[in-house]
């Protein structure tokens, strides 16, 4: 069965920093990838998908994320961090019928 | 973009008694959706999926007469939490997949939070 991990739980960024959020996965073959933004009162919504061909992915809001075959991870990063980026983030692993195993999130704190 | 919406938003009721959560797309037709279910600071765990008209799918381990599942049109797909006890209480969230595009989009709904007493 596929897995997905989310290292960090937590993560406090500055203002304008930069800011990576880490994914690995575990399955068998090449999964399909997505990251997720969770806000307060908001459903999750879709930043940046990875089905094939080139392994940098760009998304919404100035995210992007990079898959890599040899390391089965999904890092997902941004340059330069907004207070409203601030939110809990996922990553997913979705297999042949489009079913979604979800990491466990990382929650963004964004300090002025 | 595509919208899902649930209600009620947030819910409390007492031990015993059912709950039944709306899931609705609201501006496409859903032929799947799917139904997770949120512990605080945890995962979205996969619950079930619902296809119109026919029965859900339910994941292993989840109970299939405790979470009763109906999908009766392609814009709604409803879930009752039958005899909830305090451990369902938990936040439940839908998503629906369009059925013009492709299986990969699931559009979410913003949750539901039960507090069962």
């Known amino acids: 069965a596929q897995s997905v991990t989310q290292p960090d739980i937590h993560i406090t960024v500055s203002e304008g920093a930069s800011l990576e959020l880490r994914c690995n996965y575990s399955?068998?073959?090449?999964?399909?990838l997505f990251w997720y933004v969770q806000s307060p009162g908001q459903g999750l919504q879709l930043l940046l998908k990875y089905f094939s061909g080139d392994t940098l992915v760009q998304g919404i809001k100035g995210f992007e994320a990079e898959f890599k075959r040899s390391q089965s991870s999904f890092n997902l990063r941004k340059p330069s961090v907004h207070w409203s980026d601030a939110a809990e983030y996922f990553c997913?692993?979705?297999?042949?019928?489009?079913?979604?195993?979800f990491g466990a999130g990382t929650t963004v704190t964004v300090r002025a | 973009g595509a919208v899902v919406s649930q209600h009620p938003s947030r819910v409390i009721c007492k031990s015993g008694t059912s709950v039944k959560i709306e899931c609705r797309s609201l501006d496409f037709q859903a032929t799947t959706m799917f139904w997770y279910r949120q512990f605080p600071k945890k995962s979205l765990m996969l619950m079930a999926t619902?296809?119109?008209?026919?029965?859900?799918?339910?994941e292993q381990g989840v109970e299939k007469d405790k979470f009763l599942i109906n999908h009766a049109s392609l814009t709604l797909s409803t879930l009752t939490v039958t005899s909830a006890h305090p451990e369902d209480s938990s936040f439940y969230i839908c998503?629906?997949?369009?059925?013009?595009?492709?299986?990969?989009?699931?559009?979410f709904g913003p949750g539901t939070r039960l507090l069962v007493l």
């Open positions: 998503s629906a997949e369009p059925s013009d595009r492709g299986k990969e989009t699931q559009y």
């Open positions: 619902s296809n119109e008209g026919s029965k859900a799918t339910y």
């Open positions: 997913a692993v979705g297999v042949n019928d489009y079913k979604l195993s």
């Open positions: 399955y068998g073959a090449t999964p399909y």
